[in-house]
């Protein structure tokens, strides 16, 4: 049972232009969404976060959506950079979670052509 | 300011080796500590949890086990690996009662022959 799904496994974008990473979740539980981002034999690193009290966050270049009624956030990148290019996790968990358990998606890799 | 260690780096192993990775995390007390596994194209899959020394929770039942002899140092050993058992694990670690996400390690790819 996956409680959280990223359905697109790749993502290809022109350098410039926007990606928008999508992540669905199932569990109305879950009150707090991470994105991380992994670069090949590392780990990953922590990108970007909301709560479900809000509806967006934005960070730099990095915006996080979150629609809670559709059960769905998504990642935005504006403008996309050669560098973006990684695997990139949507983690979710909620307040009463033993332990502060992420639940990750299956991850999509993004690449950035220049 | 903390930090996580986590190694070796890679390593080649035959199968039905044992097997011990080790994970240390420094500058702070009573973290909750993970071990994950990513399999080649796969997702991030949660091994073993653990909220205090001697408490490990295991999510899949598998080859392996977990054990925190120590409040900062989280242990994944096998006694005999498997093929399956090849891949990158990742170590993490996030404050008690927190909900500011984990903090991984640079992790280790385990290839198994």
């Known amino acids: 049972d996956q409680q959280v799904k990223q359905n697109s496994p790749s993502l290809s974008v022109q350098e410039g232009r926007i990606s928008i990473l999508n992540c669905d979740y199932t569990?109305?539980?879950?009150?707090?969404f991470l994105w991380y981002k992994k670069y090949p034999a590392e780990g990953p690193t922590f990108l970007i976060s909301i709560s479900s009290i809000k509806d967006k966050n934005e960070d730099g270049r990095f915006t996080v959506f979150l629609n809670k009624s559709a059960k769905h956030l998504s990642l935005h990148i504006v403008p996309s950079q050669p560098g973006d290019s990684a695997v990139y996790f949507c983690a979710a968990t909620g307040m009463n979670n033993a332990g502060n358990m992420l639940t990750f998606g299956g991850g999509t890799r993004l690449m950035v052509k220049p | 300011s903390q930090t996580i260690h986590q190694w070796p780096a890679t390593l080649v192993q035959p199968v039905g080796s044992p097997l011990s990775l080790e994970c240390t995390v420094e500058g702070t007390s009573n973290p909750n500590l993970y071990w994950y596994r990513q399999a080649a194209g796969r997702g991030l899959q949660l091994l073993f949890y653990s909220v205090g020394i001697g408490q490990i929770s295991s999510e899949v039942p598998q080859n392996l086990s977990a054990s925190r002899p120590q409040d900062r140092q989280f242990i994944l050993s096998s006694k005999k690996l498997l093929l399956s058992d090849s891949g990158f694990y990742l170590c993490?670690?996030?404050?008690?009662?927190?909900?500011?996400?984990?903090?991984f390690g640079s992790g280790t790819r385990l290839t198994v022959v």
């Open positions: 569990n109305s539980m879950f009150d707090y």
């Open positions: 993490a670690w996030s404050v008690q009662g927190d909900h500011y996400g984990y903090t």
